[in-house]
C-alpha cells in the first residue's frame, strides 16, 4: 500500500519541550516537504528537500528542523524556540518525474496541541 | 512577490448551484496552477490544475478558469454537491515549491 504515514496523528507537549514529527513514504519521490497549516491562514512552507543530505528552508523555519538521512523519511523537530508551535503540519512529497509540475501528495497529517 | 491571494474565506451554496473560489498572483515567473480539496482532518488532495498557456481547463463539475494577464485564476464548481462541502486551496508553483493561498470553506446545504 503506497503512501505517506505521518505520526504521531495526535501530539500533546508542554511548552519548552521539543517533539519530533515522523513522515515516511514509499512512493519513491525524491522530493518532501513540510508545511503548516492555521485556521485563516492557509499551508505555509516550513522546509523542503530535494534529494537526500539537503534541505532549505520555507518561509517560516525559525523554531523548527529537519533531517533528510534517507529518501524516505523527512522528519521534523518543533524545538522550544517555536514560539507558536500548535498547528496541523502536513508532510508533502513530489514525483520529480511529473515533469515542470509541483504535483504535492500530502500525508494525513499531525495535529500538535501545546498544553 | 511571492503570494498568492484567496477569496472568499468562506462559501455558502444551495445544492446544484455554482460554487465560485478565486485567487490571484503577482509574480509572473509562476507556471503552475493547481487546486486542492481539503476534508476535516485529512490532507489537501489535487483537484485539477492549469499552465498559464491555456484560458481554461475542465474535468467533470471542476472548470478552471486563467486569466493570464489580470493574473488571477478561479475555480468553479457546477452543480454543487453536499459531498463537496470542504476546504478549498489555489496555489502556484514557482521553481520547486507551492505557494498556496489562505483557503476557502465550502459548505454546500441540500
Known amino acids: 500500500d503506497g503512501g505517506i504515514t505521518q505520526s504521531p496523528k495526535y501530539l500533546f507537549r508542554k511548552e519548552g519541550q521539543n517533539v519530533t514529527l515522523s513522515c515516511e513514504q514509499n512512493l519513491n519521490h525524491d522530493a518532501m516537504y513540510w508545511y503548516r497549516q492555521d485556521p485563516g491562514q492557509g499551508l505555509r512552507l516550513i522546509y523542503y528537500?530535494?534529494?537526500?543530505?539537503?534541505?532549505q528552508k520555507g518561509d517560516i523555519a525559525e523554531g523548527y528542523s529537519v533531517s533528510r538521512e534517507k529518501k524516505e523519511s523527512f522528519p521534523l523537530t518543533v524545538t522550544s524556540a517555536q514560539k507558536n508551535p500548535t498547528a496541523f503540519y502536513l508532510c508533502?512529497?513530489?514525483?520529480?518525474?511529473?515533469?515542470?509540475?509541483?504535483?504535492?501528495?500530502f500525508g494525513a497529517g499531525s495535529r500538535l496541541t501545546v498544553l | 512577490q511571492q503570494q498568492v491571494k484567496q477569496s472568499p474565506q468562506s462559501l455558502i451554496v444551495q445544492k446544484g448551484g455554482i460554487s465560485i473560489i478565486n485567487c490571484a498572483y503577482e509574480?509572473?515567473?509562476?507556471?503552475?496552477f493547481p487546486w486542492y480539496q481539503q476534508f476535516p482532518g485529512k490532507g489537501p488532495a489535487l483537484l485539477i490544475a492549469?499552465?498559464?498557456?491555456?484560458s481554461e481547463k475542465k474535468e467533470g463539475r471542476f472548470t478552471i478558469s486563467f486569466n493570464k494577464s489580470a493574473k488571477q485564476f478561479s475555480l468553479h464548481i457546477m452543480d454543487s454537491q453536499p459531498g463537496d462541502s470542504a476546504t478549498y486551496f489555489c496555489a502556484a508553483s514557482p521553481a520547486d515549491k507551492l505557494i498556496f493561498g489562505t483557503g476557502t470553506r465550502l459548505q454546500v446545504f441540500p
Open positions: 509574480n509572473t515567473a509562476f507556471d503552475y
Open positions: 492549469i499552465r498559464p498557456d491555456v
Open positions: 508533502a512529497t513530489r514525483d520529480r518525474f511529473i515533469s515542470g509540475a509541483n504535483v504535492l501528495t
Open positions: 528537500s530535494q534529494i537526500v543530505n539537503d534541505f
